[in-house]
């Protein structure tokens, strides 16, 4: 089993979808590769990548695992970023964001 994950998000624009994923996932970017492309380390051997690739922009669903969901939520309501759907599964309560291309990208943990 693999134990790496190094996950896609193409975007249309990405000048302008990094301050949105910069909010999101709460930092400035791990590394550049290039001038279209910026990466998240989420946690030791999890990565998330922005790149901008306008033919397969708007396809990407990821969702990652938060400690406090609740307040990771907060947090991001106070930098103007609203879930688009909270769904909850027994236990687990999933929240998703949608950025400008349509990408959907979901938070989970505890119930909110």
Known sequence: ?????????PVTDYTAALPWYER?????????PHDTEAVWQLAEGRYAYVVEDRERAGNALLTTFVDDLDA????????GLEPVRRETYDTVTKVTYRDADGNEIGLGGGPL
């Not at 089993?1 to 998000?9: C, N, Q």
């Not at 990771?72 to 930098?79: G, K, T």
């Open 72 to 79: 990771r939520v907060a947090e991001l309501a106070r930098q």
């Open 24 to 32: 999101l996932f709460g930092a400035r970017p791990s590394f550049l």
């Open 1 to 9: 089993m693999t134990t790496e994950l190094f996950a896609g998000i």
